[in-house]
């Protein structure tokens, strides 16, 4: 089960899909609010714990029944260990991929508002509307190589904007982490914020949990694939 970040949606898994189709049934889910999924307009709809259980809800729906491998990217990362914390019956094994992590919800609000110009306008600022409604329109009209930006063009609602961020900036993440049962994988980026890997080294984080240091960006499922199929491949046998 691959769970997309912030602004994303499901085709962001695509360049990894070849490396794991022949080992696996994958599910890359547009999670609550964006891509395809239904769009509620309550903030409240798109906490972590709420999307954990739609996103169960939907995979027994579908008879996609365990054990899960269920694997996060950012955003996607934190709802990956709400539900591997909460069904760990279910789960077989998670990875986490540059989850955002923060040392407390100040300094999750603090970080964000001082993010790149685009997303900090979109986040915060009056204009972020009209803007993502131009990047929303513009993006699919180009030819993009960049996965990250084609993404991007997925539409998301407001509401999915608005509450998303709502649940990265108060919700302490670090008591599901250290609940963690099942094994799991934690790729932590050299060249991402820095807080993230802090907050997470003071972190007494269970046996269960191994966390990987690798040189790239935010973006490691693009910047360096292989190390993402090379953990899930490991994961599927186990």
């Not at 539900?83 to 986490?96: K, P, R």
Request: glycine share 4%; hydrophobic share 45%; with cysteine.
């Amino acid at each position: 089960i691959l769970l997309h970040g912030y602004l994303a949606d499901h085709h962001y898994w695509d360049p990894l899909l070849s490396s794991l189709t022949s080992d696996a049934t994958v599910v890359t889910a547009d999670l609550l609010g964006f891509g395809a999924s239904h769009k509620p307009k309550a903030p409240s709809a798109y906490s972590f714990r709420h999307q954990a259980e739609v996103l169960h809800q939907r995979l027994h729906e579908a008879n996609i029944l365990p054990p899960y491998i269920v694997a996060g990217h950012s955003m996607g990362a934190l709802i990956a260990a709400t539900f591997a914390a909460n069904y760990a019956a279910e789960v077989s094994h998670a990875v986490l991929v540059n989850p955002p992590v923060f040392p407390s919800k100040q300094h999750a609000q603090q970080e964000l508002a001082e993010t790149g110009f685009l997303y900090n306008t979109l986040l915060y600022r009056s204009a972020g509307r009209v803007l993502w409604l131009l990047v929303i329109t513009c993006l699919p009209l180009l030819r993009l190589r960049n996965q990250e930006l084609r993404s991007m063009s997925a539409r998301h609602s407001d509401a999915a904007l608005r509450g998303a961020l709502r649940a990265i900036e108060t919700t302490d993440i670090r008591p599901v982490l250290a609940r963690l049962r099942v094994p799991t994988d934690i790729i932590m980026a050299f060249n991402d914020r820095p807080t993230y890997r802090q907050a997470l080294d003071d972190l007494a984080l269970p046996k269960t949990v191994t966390v990987h240091n690798v040189t790239t960006g935010h973006h490691t499922p693009l910047e360096q694939p292989a190390v993402v199929t090379e953990l899930l491949r490991a994961a599927i046998y186990g």
